[in-house]
């Protein structure tokens, strides 16, 4: 099917959506459905819709709402919202709707949908793809597409968190690595005035003994 609508076009109620597709079905036209969050869009999930799209003639895309992903993944996610992540999967050439649900898995708008064709990333063993039961029932088939192995939101996620961590850790070895030149100097202005008799050894040797004490805690944070 041609795909020149805008993208805010694309995104349906799935009402509406469930009468589209049944015209669609009457026309001989093979939906293809597939799910998932989508919260930090990557090359795996690129992957994913391309070939979806080329498992039939129109493809649907169903998107987990701001809700369910906090039910399923915690409080902290979305990382987008869900008016965003609609906004982005509707501007891919390769997808006709988008659709928004509010319930942990997909099988309700599946139901509701019917689709020809269901889509899920090659993680999900056949006996765990959720919705199958209805789309095979149909006379429909269901897809496992290859996943790009490391690809995913949560790895995304990670790796921004240790790199974070790593520059605070970075900044932290700098203020301490100034300390320990600071704390060398001291040492050895100290160090010199007693040398030159400015001040007793009964003054220096304890501010000496305090100076290498610091040095030494410096020294263990940089390691």
């Keep these: 099917m041609k795909n020149s609508r805008q993208p805010k076009d694309k995104i349906i109620e799935p009402e509406k959506l ?3 597709c049944k015209v669609l079905r009457e026309q001989g036209w ?8 989508f919260d930090l869009l990557h090359s795996g999930h ?9 498992a039939g003639d129109v493809l649907i895309v169903g998107l987990n709402s701001d809700e369910s992903i906090r039910g399923l993944k915690g409080p902290m996610r979305p990382i ?9 999967i509707a501007s891919f050439e390769c997808v006709n709707y988008v659709v928004v649900f509010d319930e942990p898995d997909p099988h309700e ?8 064709v ?3 990333g090659g993680d999900w063993e056949i006996n765990t793809i959720i919705g199958r039961d209805i789309v095979e029932a149909d ?11 490391g690809l995913s939101t949560t790895n995304i996620i990670e790796k921004v968190s240790s790199l974070r961590q790593g520059e605070k850790m970075y900044e932290a070895k700098k203020t301490w690595n100034s300390k ?3 704390t060398l100097g001291a040492i050895a202005s100290v160090t010199a005035m007693a040398c030159a008799g400015v001040i007793t050894g009964g003054v220096a040797l304890p501010a000496i003994a305090g100076l290498a004490t610091a040095y030494t805690g410096y020294r263990h944070l940089t390691k």
């Design 30 to 37: 093979t939906v293809v459905f597939t799910n998932g969050c």
């Design 80 to 88: 987008m919202p869900q008016t965003e992540r609609c906004q982005m």
């Design 46 to 54: 690129v992957h994913l819709l391309q070939k979806a799209r080329e």
């Design 18 to 20: 469930a009468v589209i």
């Design 180 to 182: 320990l030149i600071i």
């Design 118 to 120: 269901l889509v899920k």
């Design 139 to 149: 006379g429909g088939r269901v897809l496992r597409i290859d996943r790009r192995e």
């Design 109 to 116: 708008i599946i139901s509701r949908l019917r689709p020809g």
